[in-house]
Structures are given as C-alpha cells and as structure tokens.
C-alpha cells in the first residue's frame, strides 16, 4: 500500500483554551524559602548535635533532629516526658536515658534502641523506692524539709 492511497486525516482547528483565575496555593512558590548555610566549619557542638541526630536515626529512636542541643561534645534531648537522652559523643548508637521517678528521683539506664529506651521508661515508672536523700525526695518533703523519720521542727536560726 503506498503513501498516496491513504486518506488523511483532517485535523480540527485548533481553539485557544479558555482563560480562567489561577490558581491558589497556601504557599508562593515563586519565592522559595532561603537556604540555611552555615559559614565556615561546623564547630564542635554542631558536629555533636549532627552525629547525636544520625546515631538516634540509626538506633530508630523517636527523636526530632532539633531536638538535640549540645555543649562540648556532648549532646542532650529531653523528651515528652522530660526524659534526658545523653550522646557521649563519638560515632556509636549508645545512650543514656535519665527518667524521672514518681518518687522525684531519676534513673539512668543505657538505650540502643526503642525497645531498651521503652524499658528504662517502664523502670522508673515503677520504682517503689523511697529515695531519702534530700536531692532526690519529693517536692513536698523537701519544701517541709522533713524525711519519713522526722518531726517538723523550728528553723535553728531564728
């Protein structure tokens, strides 16, 4: 069959679209957000706070990356439930997790994943010690400033 036997085809003339309203988003896209550079080399406690950050990423914990604050090279993230995640620094996946006690004390327990991280939460929320230290009794014993053994007595200076 050849190329002259063939009918064509008749193509439509083409209509200019109709012009509507763009559209709108909630954000500009024409300007997009600035870039956050940091000039010159990352000091010590950035580099804390990054490797901290990749290490609970690696570990899978459940912690935002500016969540991390960090002096020296030791980096700290308090958690919802004003657990302290400590980052000794260095490239490993160890923490250590201080929780509060309801006894106003607070426990410290080694965390490589969410399951050790779980399980010092559960610890210390089941701590039944009485822990007589006065920097570690409750708030209210401490405000009187009685132990379990004492009596209130008068202030020796007035």
Same mark, same amino acid.
């Given at each position: 069959?050849?190329?002259?036997?063939?009918?064509?085809?008749?193509?439509?003339?083409?209509?200019?679209?109709?012009?509507?309203?763009?559209?709108?988003?909630?954000?500009?896209?024409?300007?997009?957000?600035? *870039?956050?550079?940091? *000039?010159?080399?990352?000091?010590?406690?950035?580099?804390?706070?990054?490797?901290?950050?990749?290490?609970?990423?690696?570990?899978?914990?459940?912690?935002? *990356?500016?969540?991390?604050?960090?002096?020296?090279?030791?980096?700290?993230?308090?958690?919802?439930?004003?657990?302290?995640?400590?980052?000794?620094?260095?490239?490993?996946?160890?923490?250590?997790?201080?929780?509060?006690?309801?006894?106003?004390?607070?426990?410290?327990?080694?965390?490589?994943?969410?399951?050790?991280?779980?399980?010092?939460?559960?610890?210390?929320?089941?701590?039944?010690?009485?822990?007589?230290?006065?920097? *570690?009794?409750?708030?209210?014993?401490?405000?009187?400033?009685?132990?379990?053994?004492?009596?209130?007595?008068?202030?020796?200076?007035?």
């Amino acid at each position: 069959m050849s190329t002259k036997t063939r009918a064509r085809r008749r193509t439509k003339p083409t209509t200019p679209a109709p012009k509507t309203a763009p559209r709108l988003t909630l954000v500009d896209l024409r300007h997009p957000l600035p *870039v956050r550079r940091i *000039v010159g080399p990352p000091n010590a406690a950035q580099l804390a706070e990054a490797r901290a950050a990749l290490a609970s990423a690696m570990a899978r914990l459940p912690i935002p *990356v500016l969540a991390w604050h960090a002096t020296g090279t030791t980096a700290y993230a308090r958690l919802a439930d004003q657990t302290l995640l400590v980052h000794e620094g260095g490239h490993h996946t160890q923490f250590t997790a201080w929780t509060p006690c309801p006894n106003g004390a607070h426990h410290a327990a080694t965390v490589t994943d969410t399951a050790t991280l779980h399980a010092a939460r559960l610890a210390a929320s089941d701590c039944t010690t009485a822990h007589s230290t006065p920097a *570690v009794r409750t708030l209210a014993d401490a405000l009187a400033g009685r132990t379990a053994d004492d009596e209130p007595q008068e202030h020796p200076h007035g």
